[in-house]
């Protein structure tokens, strides 16, 4: 069964180096990216597929809502994010002689077309998707974060903790104050 995110290309390969073809993307096909990431609104935008020489590039610009937990204090959010796609993918069978292609050396299996000639950009999606919700996101740009010392989440409530813990073998320096100009 073919999802939205796999195109059968075996026309496309046996047309010449150039030819191309385009895709609008409106899928709930990805929906658990990675144990802290989810989708909460459809991937959508635009592929584009370039046949070169033996191989097909992708590329294309992809938008979509995600869930995951903020950086500093744990709690979850949601933020947009966009994706651009460059990636290219290589067959593993010839599509005239039906014979097993050597994969490319610095190869990635993600990037395989199958023996039924079926590009499958889900995982090449996924990762992406991961890269771009990278641990810098956080639910709010003044977070305060959690106490590294009690654990309490400083958005709700402050703590007791002393705001400065100095290490012992620095205390000299706090004596030390610089004069400004």
Known sequence: MIHELQFNVAQLLKEPTGATRSYDIK??????????????????GHVKFLRTGANILVTGSLETTIQKSCGRCLTAFTAPISIELEEEFYPTIDIVTGTLLPAPPDADEA?????????????????NIL?????????????????????????????????????????????????ED
């Not at 395989?112 to 999606?125: F, N």
Request: glycine share 4%; hydrophobic share 30%; aromatic share 4%.
């Open 27 to 44: 899928t709930r096909t990805i929906s658990q990216v990675d144990e802290d990431v989810t989708l909460v609104s459809p991937l959508a």
């Open 111 to 127: 990037n395989s077309i199958d023996y039924h000639h079926i590009l499958d950009l889900q995982e090449v999606v996924r990762q």
């Open 131 to 179: 890269l771009e919700s990278d641990t810098s996101l956080y639910c709010r740009p003044d977070c305060k974060g959690l106490c590294p010392h009690c654990g309490q989440d400083r958005n709700i409530a402050p703590c007791e903790c002393e705001d400065e813990q100095i290490d012992g073998r620095w205390a000299g320096l706090r004596a030390l104050q610089l004069k």
